[in-house]
């Protein structure tokens, strides 16, 4: 694509020292010195921008923060990074002003919070920046995970009018100022997750995934919740085990991280400098050692003992949902790393899952992780007809609108099963970020939808 | 990710004859001779399946069409197609039964309608299967080519509060019953495009990419339209060139076919049999050779030449926006191939578009297929501040919910422009359907969202 100006990454990745060169970007920083100025000139391509050094300081009279840029000159090795170049401008033009008065992102250290108000500046911080690399990567890393393995991609419905979770906080759609039923032929709403729709190809390409938005109408205002969220979605058929499905889950988790040490180090380094902690649990994902996993009762046993230290808000007892405090305990504080949680209570989970021999449990895996908590959620399905059909019977849906997701069990089932990975939970962990909304670009929640 | 059953696609490429081998899928066909029984089990992993033959016809008894089957035996060459294997089943398992009286997907040819009304399970028919692979080799080699040029890839929203095409078609959003407005601060839409939201990225990162889904809720029941579809974005910086953007363009067509004549050639060969003008435009499409570029003016000129023998619906005439049929004989009669139409009059095109020095028309592309007719639409954007605010102040929209966006032309602005292009449609293009409904897993259309 050659009409396109190079990224400063190429120029600097592959240039030669000496040769000329035209730096195109915006301006992050500007010094004048009696004899000499200097630019940071950054493009988004690396962590840090390129230096310009200006032999008369007057070249330098134009520029201000957040400027863009044209500026010409020579390559040279700088005397200041190792292994890094910079540029001895000939000639400097200002595309674009920026009003140093206004410009609402100059040189001091902002607050997350306060980049947020800037939704539409903040891309050029270098916090942002490193999130938005990262996550291009990342995503980059998912797909070549999953399609070494085969996997076939599957793009799952946005517009759906199957509730996957059963009831709920989900977003109705409507048409022209009528509801939705006047345009579609029945109620529609934003899918909460594409598993339904994914075990249909599942039950025809084997291995399938999605790698798509996901809408929830969460009322509450947490760090870990998003009215819009990008979410990993697996589906096996032929899979009648939970540790083959937990083997997929980890895989997909190691294999991402190892990519994003090849791919991502400037960034992951950026965000692990200074905290030990971080940096041992991304070490920690990477490495081939299987991550602990345990049951559901072991979980509530663990906590049970912590408690007369924790002291938990919610009593931990069997039974019972996992809590946030509770999933935390487990992996920040008693494992310090990934956890598989398996075989929770049937009664606090979704009407699909396997159910176990022991009538109480269902065949399903949670994977907790330091930072967000609930990473990765996924089970088993029933992929028994009949049971299914009471099961869903019992739970009163008499309209026949899953008679199709039934019919995937009459004809040719298999045992099999998925999961799911928030995508922005997923660069929390690595980002150690206390909030999805400064991971995800143009952050939706309730209250707020700016853009 | 040992933990899973083998495709058969992996068995047939990488297993050596006389090995003995397991082989999962679903049967397709099942023929009972005398003194031997085949059937034809597929798993999605190829065009066509695998070939097992049973020495004892008794094997095959509980073989019926669509059944999943677990079959032990030995790989062999086969001799009916060369470079391709058989299995001599010693063992067969049936997994899940399918009832022959009921399952709907029988061997004989159903058309692509009938098809439709049985979503659930169409993606096992060969059709749906190769279009759901060429699907995902196409996703593939989407991002390929864009990540090798250095793009970003940026997660635009779907929820947005802003309309990029200016009124219109756009769904509502309501939670809990309630309008969006009661849970977010402000009324909210399914977006229509990411182009806006991408100008934000393309000013920080020089070079970004959506691959997202859009909503129009549009009333026409054609083959070409769909309520919710995806669409491959990408917006550049530094870029002041209509002919630039077209070579970005360009080079995305060309480079993502060319990808798949070299992963997905037996599902190109699959759709393009017995149809020479197919294979010739996937020929023309990977071909070096620029494609050819016409103006607006131009191509008016081009179909009221052709009026006399085309005897066009809507005669073709200056400052009219170009009709199905007006394009429709551009790519496919005139030029017989992709041809760009550039340069627009103002008035049939949204605010955003950089004016010419005309004062008439605006640098705008858009580029003509056969088939699909319109498969990417682009422009350079308008970078100046002044005159898009007057612009903006024209159109009425004065509640300020643009200041982001001419926000991004008061701190370093830059030339800059972008395109989208339609994935189904590019889709639709290469396999030579009628029906985009063909092409998206659930199609969702005006009086239609099943599932």
């Not at 938005?132 to 799952?156: C, G, P, Q």
Request: glycine residues 8%; aromatic residues 8%; proline residues 6%.
């Amino acid at each position: 694509m050659g009409g396109l100006p190079p990224t400063l990454r190429h120029i600097v990745e592959s240039g030669t020292p000496g040769a000329s060169v035209t730096v195109t970007g915006w301006v992050r920083t500007v010094r004048v010195q009696k004899r000499v100025a200097f630019a940071e000139v950054s493009d988004g391509s690396m962590l840090r921008g390129v230096q310009v050094t200006m032999d008369d300081p007057q070249m330098a009279a134009a520029l201000t923060t957040g400027c863009s840029v044209e500026i010409t000159g020579q390559l040279v090795d700088s005397p200041e990074r190792e292994q890094s170049k910079e540029v001895r401008a000939t000639a400097i033009r200002v595309v674009g002003a920026s009003d140093p008065e206004h410009y609402p992102l100059q040189k001091k250290r902002h607050t997350l919070e306060f980049l947020r108000e800037i939704g539409h500046i903040r891309p050029r911080s270098q916090t942002i920046g490193a999130v938005t690399r990262l996550r291009d990567r990342a995503e980059a890393a998912v797909h070549r995970v999953l399609r070494d393995s085969e996997f076939v991609r599957v793009h799952t419905p946005a517009l759906t009018a199957n509730d996957c979770e059963g009831g709920g906080e989900t977003f109705a759609v409507a048409a022209g100022g009528q509801p939705g039923a006047a345009f579609f032929d029945r109620k529609v709403s934003l899918t909460v997750s594409g598993q339904l729709h994914l075990e249909v190809f599942a039950g025809a390409f084997k291995r399938v995934y999605a790698f798509n938005p996901a809408f929830r109408a969460e009322p509450s205002q947490t760090g870990r919740h998003l009215s819009e969220f990008w979410m990993v979605e697996a589906e096996c058929a032929f899979v009648d085990s939970l540790p083959a499905l937990m083997d997929v889950g980890e895989a997909l988790v190691r294999g991402t991280t190892r990519h994003l040490l090849d791919t991502a180090a400037p960034e992951l380094e950026f965000f692990s400098a200074g905290n030990e902690r971080l940096a041992r649990l991304v070490r920690r994902l990477a490495d081939p050692q299987q991550y602990p996993r345990i049951s559901y009762t072991e979980a509530i046993d663990i906590l049970q003992r912590a408690d007369a230290a924790a002291k938990f808000e919610h009593k931990p007892r069997w039974g019972r949902a996992l809590q946030s405090e509770h999933e935390r305990h487990l992996a920040a504080a008693h494992f310090q790393g990934p956890v598989f949680v398996t075989d929770y209570p049937a009664e606090t989970k979704p009407f699909y899952m396997l159910p176990n021999a022991d009538g109480r449990t269902v065949s399903c895996m949670d994977l907790l992780v330091p930072g967000p908590c609930e990473l990765m959620g996924g089970s088993l399905r029933d992929h028994d007809h009949a049971r299914l059909a009471r099961r869903i019977a019992d739970l009163g849906v008499e309209d026949g609108s899953l008679d199709w997701y039934l019919d995937l069990r009459r004809y040719g089932t298999t045992p099999h099963g998925g999961f799911g990975m928030g995508f922005e939970r997923f660069l929390q962990m690595l980002t150690g970020l206390d909030s999805v909304r400064d991971i995800i670009p143009f952050p939706r929640h309730a209250g707020r939808c700016q853009y």
